[in-house]
Structure formats: C-alpha cells, structure tokens
Antibody, heavy 122, light 106 residues
Framework: QITLKESGPTLVKPTQTLTLTCTFS??????????VGWIRQPPGKTLECLAV???????RYSPSLKSRLTITKDTSKNQVVLTMTNMDPVDTATYYC??????????????WGQGTLVTVSS | DIQMTQSPSTLSASVGDRVTITCRAS??????LAWYQQKPGKAPKLLIY???SLESGVPSRFSGSGSGTEFTLTISSLQPDDFATYYC????????FGGGTKVEIK
C-alpha cells in the first residue's frame, strides 16, 4: 500500500525559505522508474507541478520557478525534500507530494499525499 | 511550455446526465494525458491515464478519448458522488494541468 504524507511549517514570512518534507511508504525511490513530485494549489485555483525527482536522481523543475526550487531525496529515510526560496504571499497554497512511475504504462501521478496548507504572511 | 485549456470552466448538470469535458493542448502531446477528480479539501484522484485507460477501481461510467491536441472526459450517467472539479494534465513534456472544470448540481 503506497502512502505519502507532507510535513513542514504552516506559516512562513515573506522572503523566508520554505522547506517541506514528503515521507512515503509502500515503495522505494531506488527502484527503477519511480519518482516523487511536488504539486501546489493556491486557494480556489488550479494545480501546478513544482518539481519531480526520480530514482536515478534526475530532477525536473517548473520552468517558471526553477531558480527558487531545490528537490532532494533521502532513499534510506524514504523522504523527499523541497525547498523554495524567497517566499511571497502569492505562494500561499496547499502543497502536495505524489508518486510517479515512468514505466509501461505511465500513469503520471497515481498516489497523492493529503496535502499541507502553507500560508505566507508577515 | 505546453498550455492546457479546459472547457467549460463550470458545468451544471443533473443526476443521470451525460457529461463531457474538453481539454486542449497548445501542441501535440500524443496520448500523454491524465484526468483527475478533486473534491473540496481532498487531494486529486487519478481517473484516466494515457488519454483513455481507466485507473483501477474507477467506475466504468468514466471514459476518456482523444489524441494529439484534443481530449475529452465523459461521464455517461452522472452520479451524486461525481459532483467535483476535474483537471486534465499533460505529461508529454514536463507536467502541466488544465484550469479545471467544476461540475455542479443543476
């Protein structure tokens, strides 16, 4: 059974750096084809994929946010960490992590965490 | 970047109605498209992948079709549990979502 759970601060100040952790079970990030992504959703708005990291340490970032994002993995702890610098009130959103398997068939993001709401305010 | 455009943004329908949602890609994505259902306060749930493959456990009243730049999600007979927001997502080049379609009670 695959599960993912996001953790991190619920409130950050403008200009601060946000660090979110995705802790997962039921799969390994050392298995070929496996990836974990971070997706956010501002209140009342659509979803935006921020970053994805794969089993081979390949990393893909949103082109518009690439300069502010870093995604890393700790395979031994079954964790993926996302950092986002220079936070702004427009970054207020629910942040999700999700499982991906780029195998045949590729089902995109098939398992999601419950999400964590991050508010950016002074 | 590949842009995904969904229509309509809101759809009012009754239980038993046949519902169709359209998603257009700004360039060809072959069949690298997924559909998700999201209810308030919950994470998205995968319904369809590779444009027309039904995710395990998803009712057969949901179906997807299309290739290239035009895709549709159809609910053959709307059920009370189906009132939600639906998103398309391309995974041909990076991953981007459409703006969403809210299906509400008429």
């Amino acid at each position: 059974q695959i599960t993912l759970k996001e953790s991190g601060p619920t409130l950050v100040k403008p200009t601060q750096t946000l660090t979110l952790t995705c802790t997962f079970s039921g799969f390994s990030l050392s298995t070929s084809g496996v990836g974990v992504g971070w997706i956010r959703q501002p209140p009342g708005k659509t979803l935006e994929c921020l970053a994805v990291i794969y089993w081979n340490d390949d990393k893909r970032y949103s082109p518009s946010l690439k300069s502010r994002l870093t995604i890393t993995k700790d395979t031994s702890k079954n964790q993926v960490v996302l950092t986002m610098t220079n936070m702004d009130p427009v970054d207020t959103a629910t942040y999700y992590c999700a499982h991906r398997l780029i195998a045949s068939p590729d089902r995109s993001f098939d398992y999601w965490g419950q999400g964590t709401l991050v508010t950016v305010s002074s | 970047d590949i842009q995904m455009t969904q229509s309509p943004s809101t759809l009012s329908a009754s239980v038993g109605d046949r519902v169709t949602i359209t998603c257009r890609a700004s360039q060809s994505i072959s069949t690298w498209l997924a559909w998700y259902q999201q209810k308030p306060g919950k994470a998205p749930k995968l319904l369809i992948y590779k444009a027309s493959s039904l995710e395990s456990g998803v009712p057969s009243r949901f179906s997807g079709s299309g290739s290239g730049t035009e895709f549709t999600l159809t609910i053959s007979s709307l059920q009370p549990d189906d009132f939600a927001t639906y998103y398309c997502q391309q995974f041909h080049s990076y991953l981007t979502f459409g703006g969403g379609t809210k299906v509400e009670i008429k």
